[in-house]
């Protein structure tokens, strides 16, 4: 296993578009965090995953944010009707345990809204 | 509620020198862990250390050396003899155990160091 893999690692939309993001963990982690990142900022919460359940959502996820995982393995973030202000990076890790471990972070997937 | 402070914005220093990134952190939980991430050029967040809330030795790995110290809520990051590969942005995390926020790692907004030849 190499590590978290993201897809695609760039992208480019139009507004009011919908974007689909994979995430591909280290296999054996059961924990799958999606975080967005803007320039000069640290990451910032989004949703994670115990296996396949989606355990909590921040405030920040509106309602054109969906995130799954099914079979706990992969999970896609979706984004529906993009926005100027959802550009950012996208940012996925993986860990096991329970927020007591390390996560590994993929290098995440860039979006810019036109 | 749990922040984590990084009051240095960017740091620039000439290889060599020594360098420390402060990080104080605010959560009510007892039990909790503390994180330094390192993000390189390529984006990539890299894990540096992790600690918890009950050990507060100091650590040494190489180059690196970190100093937590629960009394002032800090968790600062130190690193000797710089070197250009070290240019980089550090982040502090902090990641609570129960209530609320536990499993999700809170960041900081990090700080971009600069190492010059």
């Known amino acids: 296993d190499t590590g978290v893999s993201q897809n695609p690692r760039h992208k480019i939309t139009k507004r009011g578009q919908n974007v689909t993001f994979r995430c591909d963990p280290i296999?054996?982690?059961?924990?799958l965090y999606w975080y967005r990142q803007t320039l000069g900022q640290g990451p910032e919460f989004l949703t994670y995953?115990?296996?396949?359940?989606?355990?909590?959502k921040s405030r920040l996820l509106s309602d054109r944010f969906s995130a799954e995982r099914p079979k706990g393995s992969f999970s896609t973030l979706e984004i529906q009707r993009t926005e100027q202000g959802d550009s950012a990076m996208y940012l996925c890790a993986s860990s096991e345990g329970q927020g007591n471990t390390e996560a590994f972070f993929g290098q995440g997937t860039r979006l810019t809204v036109v | 509620a749990q922040k984590v402070t990084q009051a240095q914005t960017e740091i620039s220093v000439v290889e060599k020198e020594d360098v420390t990134l402060d990080c104080v952190y605010e959560t009510r939980d007892t039990t909790y862990y503390l994180f330094w991430y390192k993000q390189p050029p390529s984006g990539e967040l890299v894990f540096l250390i992790r600690r918890n809330s009950f050990d507060e030795q100091n650590e040494i790995s190489g180059r690196y050396s970190w100093n937590f110290q629960k009394s002032t809520s800090s968790f600062n990051f130190t690193i000797t003899a710089s070197q250009v590969v070290d240019s980089a942005v550090y982040f502090c995390?902090?990641?609570?155990?129960?209530?609320?926020?536990?499993?999700?790692?809170?960041f900081g907004d990090g700080t971009t160091l600069t190492v010059k030849p």
């Open positions: 995390a902090l990641s609570e155990l129960v209530g609320s926020n536990a499993g999700k790692s809170t």
């Open positions: 296999s054996e982690h059961n924990r």
């Open positions: 995953f115990q296996n396949e359940a989606q355990l909590e």
